[in-house]
């Protein structure tokens, strides 16, 4: 018996110290969750004070919260267009939200080169869970043809309006959810994601993987099934019911891209960030299990600002922290997002960051993380020296945004500097703000700094590049 268990043991031993060499010899795993719609205010660790997401909390006690990172536009395609390539939206392919008649948005070019595409080429996994947006099914932009090995969620954005849809995608393929056919709700899709994010995790804890999670929540319809998560909030705020318009509903007369009726907005948006706080718990609680999380690095951020559709009210929640401006504002409020990372024994537990950075320098770290090279001509610099709290770390000399609609914006970033130009098309004027006096960009002072407001228009001119589908 004695000789049993001794040889137990050594067999138990000998299998954990090979699992720990092979992990040890393998390149991190990446793990991003990108929130939609989330406000910089929308976290308790954020400020949040009317209800709380301890799981991401957990993530900031873990690991860095970032306060001045920035998504990559004001809206979901371009953002995520940034996030994948490198390139700012004066150089990106998607600058905008542009639909197509059939299911899905316009395709990014297939000259691009994103994040995924790179991670292949050393081995990586990769596999993308929750909104695509950037090219329809089967097209150049597509998920699958832009280095993801699995996709599953919405292709669509206009699809991604609603949680109770017929179906999502899994790579190419349509899979139906049980009970939806638009007009009844049984299966709710960011639930279903989730499960294929954890079974990605789970199929390819053996190797290394990248796991990019763009989240549905809580953008609007605002919508949530009525269990314990929904219970927590029902009676908790002052509500003002939003009224849909016609065929908002599910039922035979249903607009697919509307928002529904909701009698309590304020609960619906507090549950989905609930549950979406939950999710991210389950991914941290997944990589604790399967062994792997000290070798995985984990970051999780937000596409955009905060909405005001389907009944959602960011100023009842201070969603924007008291930054100016929403969703599709290139002031701070709709592009300065919440930005956390954690990496066991490589992130320092607790600490903060103030370093200036945006979507686009995501890949740039990831590359450095893995040991790929980059990219000619990105726009992006790695953050992994600052992430490792090393004293090289490189800064932007500016950030650039673009936004081709609401008749056309500009903003650039410059240390403590910030210019906004709205109205370009016709001939709206710059405005300047210094961010270290005035971070809600209440005091605009061109008229003082004529030398500022000259270089802030000169970077414009330089990192804009013209684009035939997105004109500036």
């Not at 090219?135 to 206009?158: I, K, L, V």
């Not at 599709?328 to 919440?338: F, V």
Request: hydrophobic content about 35%; some cysteine.
């Amino acid at each position: 018996m004695n000789k049993l268990f001794f040889l137990l043991i050594t067999i138990f031993c000998a299998c954990t110290c090979n699992a720990k060499k092979v992990q040890e010899n393998q390149k991190p795993n990446i793990v991003y969750i990108l929130a939609d719609d989330l406000g910089y205010g929308d976290l308790s660790c954020y400020g949040q004070t009317k209800f709380e997401t301890p799981n991401i909390d957990k993530l900031a006690a873990q690991g860095m919260k970032f306060s001045q990172h920035y998504s990559g536009a004001a809206v979901c395609a371009p953002s995520r267009s940034t996030l994948m390539t490198g390139l700012h939206t004066g150089h990106s392919s998607i600058r905008g939200n542009k639909e197509l008649d059939e299911e899905g948005q316009t395709p990014m070019e297939g000259s691009a080169v994103t994040i995924a595409e790179l991670l292949k080429t050393v081995g990586y996994k990769t596999g993308a869970f929750g909104k695509w947006g950037l090219g329809f099914p089967g097209s150049e932009g597509d998920a699958n043809n832009q280095g993801f090995d699995a996709f599953y969620g919405y292709n669509c954005q206009r699809m991604a309006h609603r949680y109770y849809p017929p179906y999502l995608r899994h790579n190419q393929d349509k899979e139906y959810l049980e009970g939806n056919d638009w007009t009844h709700t049984v299966t709710y899709a960011p639930d279903k994601i989730q499960d294929a994010t954890l079974q990605f995790i789970e199929d390819n804890k053996d190797t290394c993987f990248f796991a990019y999670v763009p989240l549905v929540l809580p953008h609007a319809e605002l919508i949530s099934p009525n269990d314990s998560i929904l219970k927590m909030f029902e009676g908790k705020f002052d509500e003002i019911p939003y009224e849909g318009l016609p065929g908002s509903d599910y039922g035979p007369d249903i607009i697919k891209d509307k928002y529904c009726t909701q009698k309590t907005p304020y609960a619906a948006f507090a549950t989905m960030v609930t549950r979406m706080d939950i999710y991210v718990g389950q991914i941290m609680a997944k990589l604790e299990e399967l062994g792997i999380a000290d070798n995985t690095i984990v970051m999780f951020a937000s596409d955009n600002g905060p909405h005001a559709a389907g009944g959602a009210n960011p100023a009842y929640f201070n969603s924007a922290a008291g930054f100016r401006g929403i969703k599709r504002d290139l002031y701070e409020g709709g592009i300065r997002c919440p930005f956390i990372a954690v990496w066991p024994t490589k992130i320092k537990a607790g600490s903060t960051s103030d370093h200036v950075s945006a979507f686009w320098d995501f890949l740039p770290t990831c590359a450095a993380i893995a040991n790929v090279k980059t990219p000619e001509n990105i726009d992006g610099i790695s953050f992994l020296p600052e992430l490792l709290g090393q004293d090289n770390q490189k800064q932007h000399d500016h950030l650039y945004w673009e936004f081709a609609h609401k008749s056309g914006r500009q903003a650039v970033r410059m240390g403590d500097w910030k210019a906004v130009i709205y109205n370009l098309h016709k001939q709206g004027e710059l405005e300047l703000y210094n961010l270290a006096a005035d971070v809600s960009e209440s005091n605009n002072v061109a008229d003082q700094h004529p030398d500022i407001v000259a270089k802030m228009k000169e970077i414009m001119a330089e990192e804009h590049v013209d684009s035939e589908l997105f004109p500036l």
